[in-house]
């Protein structure tokens, strides 16, 4: 069992930056993917990056590429979201999920913390 725990959300001006943490608990996270999703007021949940266990493998969403950074620190047994040059259309509760499978399916991602709020000004 895994609990996941978000924060670092916030209202930030569009161009600022923020970095989001998840911190889990439990012994076996180091050996879990993990990923981030978000969704937006009225909208479905969609997916923005995720990491392999060991932080080798990277994956993004177009949306956030190049703006965004997922990485991990499994001593700490937290993952965080680096989010630079951030727009409006961030907007959205922030959720992150450990996919236990390591497969990145959507289905596969088995654990989710309660989420945090980041909203973007224009």
């Known amino acids: 069992q895994v609990q996941l725990v978000e924060s670092g959300g916030g209202l930030v001006q569009a161009g600022g930056s923020l970095r989001l943490s998840c911190a889990a608990s439990g012994r076996t996270f180091s050996s879990y993917a993990m990923g981030w999703f978000r969704q937006a007021p009225g909208k479905e949940r969609k997916f923005v990056a995720a990491?392999?266990?060991?932080?080798?493998?990277?994956y993004y969403a177009d949306s956030v590429k190049g703006r965004f950074t997922i990485s991990r620190d499994n001593a700490k047994n937290t993952v965080y979201l680096q989010m630079n040059s951030l727009k409006p259309e961030d907007t959205a509760v922030y959720y992150c999920?450990?996919?236990?499978?390591?497969?990145?399916?959507?289905?596969?991602?088995?654990?989710w913390g309660q989420g945090t709020q980041v909203t973007v000004s224009s």
């Open positions: 990491i392999s266990w060991s932080g080798t493998s990277l």
């Open positions: 999920a450990a996919d236990p499978a390591g497969t990145y399916s959507p289905h596969s991602y088995n654990y």
